[in-house]
């Protein structure tokens, strides 16, 4: 074989590896093989830099940096949209194109998902990728050909050769489509470009490492991201696309059926959704429409709707179009999930470990069906990364089960009365000093004897983690602090039926209730007080450890860091924060007044159960909804801990389905998969 030959048998071959790993994701090759065969192609380059074609696998990187973009005029225009917000909506729309030819009636719908990118088109002269632009006003868009050349979905040249496409297709059990395929001399077609969720997620968690400034959101990205006058920049960042349309073709058939213009694309080697489906009618294809709406979080990427579009793309075309929205087909819209509002202020919270927490007081605004007012900023480093200043317009995202949280402001609509924000140096509710510990990002209000915090402790006390104590919920904690019939945890075992009847809303049986479940709590295990004691860093299971080394509370004070440093899983902070709260006078205070309520459990070590650490190991879990006593980072601590996972989305492979209150579409899930559902109460069952 000649060198030239070689060389062209190289360029196929990489091409061919290259489609199957970014576009099919598969690979048939090791990555030391791939290499070894890019490295004798660059070799030939070298030698002979003339004979470089425009789809070699090495163009996809290094173009020069341009100094602007050129114009391209689109060979047709590249269309947008009508947007139906609900299924009446697009009935309505059926019934505008059904009046506008009686076609319509018969029509078979394609349903695609609806990406949130960036319409870009593609065009390919005898096969080749020759130039790529973007959408502009859809008459005239910038060429971002070199670009466009770095994303690795595009396809450098189609169609793969004939022995390759039947080779992929077989061995993806499909049959070849077509033995002689008339493929057209000139090819332009539409796709969406887009980061993927996850990509997203870790080019953020990248920068964040990397102490610089994150990306809003996936769309913003990819959209800047493709707009780069340096084509290296675009190749840093992880773009990748979906095709489905064909804009403009000369020569060679093109199906008129949008079904089967999928497979077609797919056939040539452009990467397709695989989450089309056909329908006869509207209505199924309505429901299947629907189902998305729930489901989209299943999606890799961000979804704002779905496409329903009439399959014949004849008779779509002759259906015309309103302005620059074809009659042909309608974007089904999901309810919004990420909006902006004005940030009226940054609140401070008291957490039960003392933690300062900020929270986002917005103007009230919509989203997704809920009126949201607050949400959560994460901790102070991240309003300062951010930037995010009082009086700034600010992104607000609610998705599935997640608090609403702010990604961060929108600075395009700054008009220069933002306030900075300054961190306060002060506990906002009893104005004592905030402290921060070396290594941790929080700041916390120290004083124990803060009323925020009280309440906070309080709850975490009675919580069903710690002491259990039925008929104690947080309206009775309040009303027993407010009133001063408690000054801290202790207080509750000195509590008196006529104190209790004296408060609103107590009457006998309430109040015997209320002092049954106190005093029969003075009998938790040892493990359990030490919980409920709510020291920083240590849960559930750090309590374990800790009562099974020091069975009395009276052992456990007077350990040293480095006692306890001698425990396994107890680190520094740990040892720290445990030998820091048993030396605060006030916590002294509380020990003896739990000591002379008779609240002293003590244990000999062989029987202080504490969890055992692999209860949960080979079991996969999945959580939704509220829980009664963990947060979302707590129960997933707690899973952890006992050696189980924690995945975020139902499948086959889930082991159990924790329920909380208020679930998302995992419920619904967990119940076709027939995967096991189970409560908080069970969950912490199975590992003691
Ligand atoms: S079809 C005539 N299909 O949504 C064809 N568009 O809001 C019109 N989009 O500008 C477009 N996924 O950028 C179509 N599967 C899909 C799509 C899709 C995303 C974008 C496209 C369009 C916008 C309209």
Known sequence: MSTRERYAQLCKEINFHFRLYH?????????????????????????????????????????APSEKFEKVRHPRPILSL????????????????????????????????????????????????????????????????????????????????????????QSAGQPSLFSDPLLPDYLVVRGEAFITTRDFDKLNQKLEEAGEKTYLNPRNTAAGSLRQLDPSITASRPLTLLVYQVVYSEGGDVPASQWELLEWLKALGFPVTDVAR???????????????????????????????????????????????????AIAFKFPAREVTTKLLG???????????????????????????????????????????????????????????????????????????????????????????????????????????????????????GSMDITGLGIKIVEQLIAEGLVKDVADLYTLTREGLLALEGFADKKADNLLKGISESANQP??????????????????GDLARHFPSLDLLAKASADDLQMIEGIGPNIAEAVVDWFSRERNQAVLAKLKSAGVWPTASPSTVRGPSSGALSGLTFVVTGTLPTFSREGVKEFIEQHGGKVTDSVSKNTSYLVLGEAPGSKYQKAQDLGVKVIGEEELRKMCV
């Open 346 to 464: 940054i609140d401070v919270e008291v957490g039960r470990t003392g933690v300062l927490t900020p929270r986002a007081a917005l103007e009230p605004v919509e989203i997704n069906g809920v009126i949201v007012k607050n949400a959560t900023l994460h901790n102070f480093d991240y309003i300062a990364e951010k930037d995010i200043r009082v009086g700034d317009r600010v992104l607000v995202k609610r998705a599935g089960e997640v608090i609403p949280y702010v990604i961060g402001p929108v600075t395009e609509v700054r008009g220069g009365a933002e306030q900075p924000y300054q961190p306060p140096s002060a506990c906002p509710a009893c104005g004592q000093p905030a402290e921060h510990f070396e290594g941790e990002v929080a700041w916390y209000c120290v004083n124990a004897a803060c009323p925020a915090q009280l309440v906070r402790n309080m709850e975490h006390f009675v919580s069903k």
């Open 23 to 63: 576009v099919e994701d598969r690979t048939v090759i090791s990555d030391a093989e791939y290499d070894k065969l890019v490295i004798e192609l660059r070799r030939i380059e070298s030698e002979h830099p003339d004979w470089v074609t425009p789809d070699s696998p090495t163009r996809r990187v290094g173009a």
């Open 526 to 543: 040892i493990q359990r007080l030490v919980t409920a004691l709510g020291i920083r860093g240590v849960g559930e299971v750090v309590a």
């Open 82 to 169: 009508a947007n139906a917000f609900g299924a009446d909506d697009a009935r309505a729309w059926f019934e505008r194109v059904r009046k506008v030819d009686d076609r319509v009636e018969k029509a078979v719908f394609v349903v695609e998902p609806k990406i949130d990118g960036l319409s870009v088109v593609l065009h390919y002269r005898d096969g080749i990728f020759v130039q790529g632009a973007t959408r502009g006003d859809g008459e005239i868009g910038e060429d971002i050909t070199a670009n466009l050349r770095t994303v690795k979905a595009i396809p450098l040249h189609i169609p793969v050769s004939r022995e390759q496409r039947v080779e992929s297709s």
């Open 278 to 328: 056909r329908f006869a009618d509207l209505e199924p294809a309505l429901a299947y429409t629907v189902t998305w709406d729930k489901r989209r979080d299943e999606l890799p990427y961000e979804a704002d709707g779905m496409v329903i579009k009439i399959d014949d793309l004849r008779l779509a075309a002759d259906l015309g179009f309103v302005g620059k929205d074809p009659r042909g």
